[in-house]
């Protein structure tokens, strides 16, 4: 549902590294594209993410469609659907095992797997609101008969955010991410952000996985922004 909101071509490359320094360590890349159409109702967008731990390599590419309706002259309702497809790799015979009979490292994993997903996004020039199931697909991770079939989960996602000037020069936006999933406990992100000048933004973010991130963000020209976090774990 976010595609398209920007109302021009929007373009963001995101990597993340954690552990550095440890071999198999996590790391995650994502880049995003959407931007509306001609007919400013519709926006299209992609997503690529590849996420990589150990041996265990994860790669999806997903597309998306938006239609935005306009409720007033400041607000708009956007309704986006997205599909694509991930492909799961592990290596587990690469790993130097115990035991090396062990049938959970005796075979490695090469599988694809479809996904749709669902969402809604309201928003204005100073607050948004979003609600979405990104894996509508119950996925199977199925290792054969000697070991338990895993199904993949399917969160619910709702944000928000809004813009509260409090100077000429100062703004402060709050958001948060609240991600709900069956039989678990809810997770969410809490931020807060200063924006001095429409230049800089700084600010901290509160994980409920007891992590706080330092977040440093600055418009370098009209159209590249560049930013930088640093997370810290309680």
């Known amino acids: 549902a976010y595609a398209g909101s920007h109302d021009a071509l929007s373009a963001t490359a995101l990597a993340r590294f954690q552990n550095v320094g440890l071999p198999g360590a996590p790391q995650t890349q994502t880049f995003s594209l959407h931007s509306p159409l001609l007919n400013t109702r519709v926006g299209l967008g992609l997503l690529v993410i590849h996420d990589e731990i150990s041996v265990i390599n994860q790669t999806g590419?997903?597309?998306?469609?938006?239609?935005?309706?306009p409720v007033t002259?400041?607000?708009?309702?956007?309704?986006?659907?997205?599909?694509?497809?991930?492909?799961?790799?592990?290596?587990?015979?690469?790993?130097?095992?115990y035991d090396p009979n062990d049938?959970?490292?005796?075979?490695?994993?090469?599988e694809f797997r479809?996904?749709?997903?669902?969402?809604?996004?309201?928003?204005?020039k100073n607050y948004y609101v979003g609600l979405s199931v990104p894996h509508l697909v119950n996925n199977a991770f199925d290792r054969g008969a000697k070991?338990?079939?895993?199904?993949?989960?399917?969160?619910?996602?709702?944000?928000?955010?809004y813009v509260v000037p409090l100077?000429?020069?100062?703004?402060?936006?709050?958001v948060f991410l609240l991600k709900i999933l069956?039989?678990?406990?809810?997770?969410?992100d809490l931020n807060a952000n200063l924006l001095f000048d429409e230049v800089l933004w700084v600010g901290l973010s509160y994980k409920s996985?007891?992590?706080?991130?330092?977040?440093?963000?600055?418009?370098?020209?009209?159209?590249?922004?560049?930013?930088?976090?640093?997370q810290i774990t309680a």
């Not at 100077?167 to 936006?173: F, G, N, Q, T, V």
């Not at 996985?209 to 640093?230: E, N, R």
């Open 61 to 69: 590419i997903h597309f998306s469609y938006a239609y935005r309706i």
């Open 114 to 124: 479809p996904n749709i997903g669902a969402g809604l996004f309201l928003y204005s």
């Open 182 to 188: 069956d039989g678990a406990p809810v997770e969410f």
């Open 209 to 230: 996985s007891k992590t706080v991130s330092l977040i440093t963000q600055a418009q370098v020209t009209d159209q590249i922004q560049f930013g930088y976090s640093y």
């Open 103 to 110: 049938p959970a490292f005796s075979t490695n994993i090469r």
């Open 147 to 161: 070991f338990e079939t895993v199904y993949q989960n399917k969160p619910i996602l709702i944000t928000g955010g």
């Open 167 to 174: 100077h000429r020069l100062l703004k402060l936006k709050p």
């Open 73 to 97: 002259p400041k607000v708009t309702l956007s309704m986006g659907l997205q599909s694509g497809i991930g492909f799961y790799r592990a290596d587990y015979t690469d790993l130097d095992a």
